[in-house]
């Protein structure tokens, strides 16, 4: 699109450094003439103590985004702690009693092709690694953004922070999660879209050192994704830090269908004992050596949103900014490490300021679907998991028939060709503005 003699500096804004931020930063290095600055608010880079599941599809994104991404992955990640269970998605086992089986009965251990190898990490970890790719000087922290405005006539997008600074760029990626504030000047503030939803959902988190864990529950369900299946709940195990230590994410269903108060509060021992009362010994034995666990609301947002971007305002959104879903599938980072993939060689086509709203519509043409498939199924899947989706319900053999099947079409999404789409509608964007 253009020889590099054409190019003219690019100034991109990006708000919020998490995993999306950080990602998106990195890929654009690639290109010379595009110049980033990270506006993070927080005082210095944090990331919730937790593990998280990568599919394939997200490990095939940190290369193409960026080489390095994926190496620095390969450092902190693991797959399972036995070469026998490499294959292995989640053993799926009863948490309790169900149809005369007993607890810890074996529903279904889906197989993973070779395309389909995924892992696990510590999310802290992770984006420690991405920040040693990220340049002295990108980053300024503390600046929570409080306004958005556009100066046509400089043609540039300028923020203004709650500490009273001024930034400004040609264009603002916001990658600022599923709080987010730059998605209130896409959509407006008062806009319900705009909301976060409760899922109904809760989880309690927790990390137990793996010899404990194995004391506990025995080396295979410790070391390996073990995932207790029970009506109105779930609890999934899996190893993080390079096997020693056992993540643990237990969910269950609010019976009130509300949530109050933070979204993150500490966890009282009674309600996690009334919310898995009837689980078995494993589940129980996990539960008493979780402790400084964490509760969680899960929360989503709206699949009806129509846009991830403000034109007029050059503001586009990435991650869970624009499509945050339910984590029963782990693909909530996958999605941002995908939109990073798109959005960082999109933007790195543009020849000039003008080009930017070409790259916008080429990432939301094909964003925008996959990421509302991805929300979709995220919710269907949670309701799956507590034995209460209403086309199934504690049916295991309905179950077994369909637990695997959305996953893997996330799973298999051929990112190379989704660029290349999203390239052609570039260029018939760029068409259009120049006949």
């Avoid at 007029?312 to 959104?317: G, T």
Wanted: glycine content about 8%.
């Amino acid at each position: 699109m253009g020889s590099i003699q054409e190019l003219v500096p690019i100034d991109i804004a990006i708000v919020g450094g998490g995993i999306g931020g950080l990602a998106l930063s990195i890929g654009l290095q690639q290109y010379s003439h595009v110049r980033v600055k990270i506006y993070e608010a927080a005082s210095k880079f944090s990331e919730i103590g937790a593990g998280v599941f990568f599919g394939a599809n997200s490990i095939r994104a940190m290369t193409l985004i960026h080489p390095a991404i994926g190496e620095a992955f390969a450092k902190i990640s693991i797959s399972a702690g036995w070469e026998s269970k490499r294959n292995t998605y989640f053993d799926f086992i009863l948490a309790h009693e169900l149809h005369g089986l007993p607890t810890g009965s074996h529903i279904i251990s889906p197989q993973v092709t070779a395309s389909e190898q995924h892992s696990t990490a510590h999310r802290a970890h992770f984006v420690d690694e991405l920040i040693k790719l990220v340049p002295d000087g990108t980053v300024e922290f503390g600046k929570r953004l409080a306004d958005i405005s556009r100066d046509e006539t400089r043609g540039k997008t300028v923020m203004r922070f709650a500490d009273g600074s001024i930034a400004e760029a040609d264009a603002v990626i916001g990658c600022d999660g599923i709080r987010s504030v730059c998605r209130d000047f896409v959509l407006g503030k008062n806009n319900p879209l705009s909301q976060p939803v409760f899922t109904g959902k809760h989880a309690y988190r927790g990390l137990i050192p793996m010899d404990k864990a194995v004391a506990a529950i025995g080396a295979e369900k410790a070391q390996n994704r073990f995932m207790f299946l029970g009506v109105s709940g779930h609890v999934l195990v899996f190893p993080v830090a390079e096997g020693q230590v056992m993540n643990v994410v237990a969910f269950s269903t609010t019976k009130s269908g509300t949530w109050e108060g933070e979204w993150v509060k500490p966890m009282k021992r009674e309600d996690m004992d009334a919310d898995f009362k009837g689980f078995g010994e494993d589940c129980q034995k996990i539960f008493s050596l979780m402790e400084n666990t964490d509760h969680w609301g899960i929360f989503d947002l709206s699949v009806d949103i129509p846009t991830f971007s403000s034109q007029p305002l050059r503001l586009l959104l990435l991650g869970d900014s624009a499509h945050a879903c339910a984590p029963h599938q782990g693909a909530g980072a996958s999605q941002a490490l995908e939109d990073a993939h798109i959005l960082s060689h999109v933007l790195g086509a543009c020849r000039s300021p003008s080009d930017l709203l070409a790259a916008f519509a080429a990432y939301e043409s094909v964003r925008i679907p996959r990421t509302k498939f991805v929300q979709k199924y995220g919710r269907l899947q949670g309701e799956l998991l507590d034995l209460q989706r209403p086309d199934v319900g504690d049916d295991l053999e309905k179950l077994k028939a369909i637990i695997d099947v959305p996953i893997r079409e996330i799973w298999n999404c051929d990112l190379n060709a989704e660029l290349e789409k999203a390239k052609v509608v570039m260029r018939s964007k760029l068409a259009e503005l120049a006949a």
